[in-house]
């Protein structure tokens, strides 16, 4: 608009903020893709001499690392199916109930993000050795809900609170128990936004290194905390590979369920109204 | 007689995530606390405040935090501040693109940047094939390379939410004071910059809590002392099982959030109020 415009070498600056952009975001995922196909790649040649999956098979074929994306995933399931049982109910309250202290339980829900993480984690940490759930399944998957808490009951109750209010009480005034108004009329239309919050639920959970690292040592090794050991210990090109099986996951999810997502909803999960 | 049966039930439905949020938040911070005043025979003891507020590496990793949070922070609002304008107000080709682009970082596992980003930037990497590895400053491995992997991260989440305040600014705001003939830079500061100010504390808040307390990056990239307090603390806590010393480290990166976190709520519960 008239506000670039006045610039007579708008195009050239804009031009010049574009590169810089994609460069500095995008090179370093870039160079990873190659380096993960690549076959031959010699210092300093600008880009691999030759293409392969060599890489790939050397990745699948080490136990320890298919092992950690089982594990990994096991996990991500368990701890989506745990957050949606917490929370789910909470949401549809804070949606649709009028009860005391609505507001103090509503904002309680920011201090899982009022503490620096790795200070709550250790924090947790300490709780854990008093009760002996260091190293423990049931120890790494409390620490990952800790991260869904605030999503899992915001993004679900402003899409509970979108459920048009008539078209419940028409279902209810033709007979219809509360269950069933639930699950026929509110669930569907309020899904969009549950299915959006068990998307991120389940990435956090995925993507989630710090917190195993500090309670899942050493018996629970899931991909991003395997991925520590990868960097240190690996060339680079297997690290490439395993980055790419790491964030696979989130870029098919993200896809799928692209038509639910907008720069609204992930707001909705930082902006309660 | 319902009202009284609805709140019952409103509290029975918060209950389960709200325990949730007691035992794994409120209860360990608390647990944390008082651990960082008992010594290893769960006496009252004030040294582990004293080693860490007096030890010289641990003042020194204070300091250091410290830098690496303000100039990161700084940049990462400037920077975003000035793409989130560009992305409203411009219309062309080159801003659509990047309206498409830029919150894509937000969902690359961050372990993951961080290996495509020393990959990148290291004295043999990417960066230093095209320009000669003798023409590569040397970076990744230090401060420099830790603020520029904060704004990687900061950058996208920062610009979203800043692009989300300057979107509700109404065109007609800035066409009718342009109309009596204000010029850009009072339309700013008169206009723009008031109107977005809540939005620029709540992203304030967000890169301050996230950086001050950062793990992976400063561990993987820039791990010598001084060091990061974050790691620090996992240091403290897995390496020499320093309970009492890891928890009041912890404390004080709490307090240091919750001064900036108080902001924060504050501001979103006078938000709520309004809406």
Known sequence: MWYFKALPRGKIIEFFI???FCLFFFG????????AFSGEWRYPSKLPSSWSLDWWKYVFGNDQIVHSILLSFSIATIVTIVSIIICIPAAYAFARLQFPLRRVFLFSFLLTNAFPKMGLYVAVGVMFYKFGL??????VVLIHVINTLMYMTWIPSAAFKNVQKSQEEAARDSGASPLRVFW???LPIAAPGIIVASIFTFLSSLDEAQGTL????PDFQTMPVIMYSIIADYPANAGA????????????????ARKFLGSDAIAGGFQMK | MIAKKQKLLGIAMVLPSFLSLI???VWPVFISIKQSFQNEENQFTWDNYKYVLTDPMMVNNFKYTMLVTLISCVLVLIISYALAAYLRFSNSWFSKVISRL????MFIPGIIAIYGFINMYRDNGWIARFIGSENMPSFVYDIKGLVLMNLWFNIPFTTMLLLSALSAIPGSVIESARDVGAKKLTIFFKFILPLSYNTLLVALTFAFMGIVGSFTAPYLIDKNAPQMLGVSMQQHFSVYHELGQSSSIAVILFLMCAVVGFIYIKNMMKNESHS
Request: proline content about 6%; cysteine-free.
């Open chain 1, 28 to 35: 370093p995922l870039l160079n990873l893709v190659l380096l």
């Open chain 1, 184 to 186: 026929h009329i509110t």
């Open chain 1, 18 to 20: 574009v590169a810089v």
């Open chain 1, 241 to 256: 590979v395993f980055s790419i099986i790491l964030t696979l996951p989130t870029i098919v999810l993200l896809l799928a």
């Open chain 2, 102 to 105: 830029y919150f894509i970082p």
């Open chain 1, 134 to 139: 260091m190293n423990t399944f049931v120890g």
């Open chain 2, 23 to 25: 035992i794994l938040v």
């Open chain 1, 214 to 217: 500090l309670v899942g040592i």
